[in-house]
């Protein structure tokens, strides 16, 4: 194997470096976008909890509401 010039062996390293900067950087994007996955889907988890909790509620006073209807018939 032939020597390293001084200026390849500097590109060399420099590409290296710039590959680890590249590496470090989308570390962190995949890192930030698990953590806004998670936010999101709790975030969906608590809409999704809060819609069946008005579904019950709506439920319950239409069946209150029926029953109320029935009792005054039954008067």
Request: aromatic share 2%; glycine share 2%; net charge negative.
């Amino acid at each position: 194997m032939a020597p390293t010039k001084p200026e390849k062996t500097n590109q060399l390293e420099t590409d290296f470096e710039h590959l680890v900067q590249m590496m470090e950087n989308l570390s962190k994007q995949v890192a930030d976008s698990d953590a806004t996955s998670r936010l999101t889907e709790r975030r969906l988890a608590d809409l999704e909890a809060a819609t069946q909790h008005d579904e019950a509620s709506v439920n319950g006073e239409v069946r209150n509401h029926d029953r109320q209807r029935h009792d005054r018939r039954n008067d």
